[in-house]
């Protein structure tokens, strides 16, 4: 089982983020809190003493009717561990925060797909995504599907994410499938393997299968990000290692829809 | 629903007519087929009705579905000189054919009369888009008519269907009319929304819309996904859209896709489309 912290919003992409998780909650052994973080303005924030105490138990009672309100929209059939847990500060900082002290495996937030690839980026860049302790999982889409594509080579490493697997999918309905990733400068994307590609699939096999997890499929694609993205349009996610810096594959993790899992 | 299925002696309205039966029948709408031609084109209108009919009947194939099929094709001729052939099962299947001079009038004439909730028409390859020797047909039924158009340039099999979508205002009819194009060809149907400097362009939650519709087609099995694009790049993302495959337009009043497409996008995107356009209304 695994632990995971789901932020949410009172906007499209936390709907998305929250319904998907019913989604996976369906599939996987998952122990989710919800946090919201009010980032009062700097202006709204008065006072001392009891002054002080009235004005952050009125934010908290409005972070707590915005969470109220969109579970209530949205209604999620899987439940959640606790009360949700309404901050009030800076996001990023509260959210590293309770990672922290919580000691989750999984951080789980929306992110609206938009087609230029720079958005994605500065999300991997961001101080929040480079200092999170845990896994992150990136939801961009309701992916109805039960595999997960694992993409190998290219500097991902393998580790990560099978410690990240091992807790969230073992045991579980869900297929691992690898895809080995090549560039080629054509329009469609090709299957074609090589030496390289069928040695790391093998390895990547056995690695997997150590910690039991079993892959039921391997492709060896050539082609550029773009229609690897649209290749991987098929997965319920996509599992990669936490890649902080522009390359070939946060390219295509940026130009897919589907909902990427950055292992740590 | 009613469907209005326009048609000539020309190979890309025969190219059109296995995804029009499978449309009509999926959808159990009320179909009329209408063969518009000059006379001097023709010379054997009946036997091209007939040829229509049975391939009509071929496609939609012969298992329980909303028309009647007959053992013969009885041809009638009416007293403005059409030529006209009607069934009634549980949905009305006519066909008939008009030797007229303006077809685009008398496609729009009768979209009008019959309510028609869709009107289908094929035009050749290539930027002329031409229909019966008139260059711009197409555009021309796609800016006027009331009801939702749907253009098929080459008979593709679509592995995507785009969708654009900035408002909220979206009918049952137009979600059912992407659904079927989606299973028709088993293919897969991307929501592209706008974004703008303050966030998703559109009126009345268009945002809730989206998500609304992204859950309706996953609930369905359908595999769907939304995404979005900056304003600015509006022209070329969707001239590519039209490169992978359909593109579905949702051009309601309050649109701003239907501010952008109402006059030369509209044209040119029809024109550099290499397979179909869905505007929906």
């Known amino acids: 089982m695994a632990k995971a912290l789901l932020y949410l919003d009172e906007n499209l992409a936390s709907s998305i983020a929250l319904r998907y998780v019913d989604y996976l909650s369906s599939l996987l052994y998952l122990e989710t809190f919800i946090i919201h973080v009010v980032e009062p303005d700097e202006k709204e924030q008065a006072g001392t003493g009891w002054v002080r105490r009235s004005w952050e138990t009125g934010i908290l009672e409005s972070g707590q009717a915005t969470i109220s309100r969109l579970l209530k929209t949205e209604k999620v059939k899987c439940t959640f561990s606790g009360p949700p847990k309404i901050k009030i500060g800076d996001r990023e900082r509260e959210i590293l925060q309770e990672l922290r002290v919580g000691a989750y495996d999984l951080f789980i937030e929306g992110h609206l797909p938009i087609s230029k690839s720079e958005n994605f980026f500065e999300l991997l860049e961001s101080d929040l995504y480079k200092n999170v302790p845990c896994s992150i999982l990136c939801v961009k889409n309701l992916s109805v599907s039960k595999t997960i594509g694992v993409l190998i080579g290219n500097g991902v490493q393998t580790n990560p994410i099978i410690l990240t697997l091992d807790k969230l999918i073992k045991n579980s309905e869900m297929e691992i499938e690898l895809i080995h990733y090549k560039f080629k400068d054509v329009d469609t994307l090709e299957f074609e393997s090589n030496k390289e590609a069928e040695i790391l699939i093998e390895e990547s096999r056995n690695f997997f299968s150590q910690k039991g997890l079993n892959i039921s499929n391997a492709h060896a694609v050539t082609g550029t990000p773009e229609a690897l993205g649209d290749f991987m349009i098929n997965y319920a996610f996509v599992a990669c290692s936490f890649l902080p810096r522009k390359s070939l594959i946060s390219e295509a993790l940026a130009q897919s829809p589907n909902s990427v899992l950055l292992c740590k | ?281």
Not at chain 2, 84 to 91: A, V
Not at chain 2, 163 to 169: A, E, H, K, R
């Open chain 2, 1 to 281: 629903m009613r469907i209005l299925g326009a048609l000539d002696g020309n190979s890309y309205s025969f190219n059109i007519l296995k995804d029009l039966a499978l449309l009509c029948a999926n959808t159990w709408a009320d179909t009329t087929l209408l063969i518009v031609c000059n006379e001097k084109d023709i010379s054997d209108p009946e036997k091209l009705l007939q040829e229509y009919a049975k391939s009509f009947y071929h496609f939609i194939g012969e298992k329980d579905g909303p028309y009647k099929i007959p053992k013969t094709i009885k041809i009638t001729k009416t007293s403005g000189g059409e030529l006209l052939f009607k069934t009634k099962g549980i949905k009305e299947f006519v066909l008939k054919l008009a030797l007229i001079k303006d077809p685009a009038k008398e496609i729009l004439k009768q979209a009008k009369e019959l309510d028609a909730d869709l009107i289908v028409l094929g035009c050749s390859k290539g930027m002329d888009c031409e229909w019966q020797g008139v260059v711009g047909l197409p555009y021309k039924i796609a800016r006027d008519a009331n009801c939702s158009v749907l253009i098929i340039k080459e008979s593709t099999d679509p592995r995507q269907i785009t969708s654009f979508l900035d408002q909220s205002n979206v009918s049952q009819e137009s979600l059912e009319l992407i659904n079927q194009m989606v299973t028709i060809h088993d293919a897969g149907l991307k929501i592209v929304g706008l974004m703008g400097d303050k966030g998703v362009v559109g009126k009345d939650n268009v945002e809730r819309k989206m998500l609304e519709i992204l859950a309706y087609y996953n609930e369905k099995g359908m595999k769907a996904w939304i995404t979005f694009i900056e304003k600015k790049e509006i022209e070329e993302y969707v001239a590519r859209a039209t490169n992978e495959g359909m593109v579905a337009l949702w051009m309601g009043k309050k649109s701003f896709f239907s501010k952008i497409f109402s006059t030369n996008l509209l044209l040119k995107l029809i024109e550099h489309a290499k397979s179909s356009i869905l505007i929906l209304r």
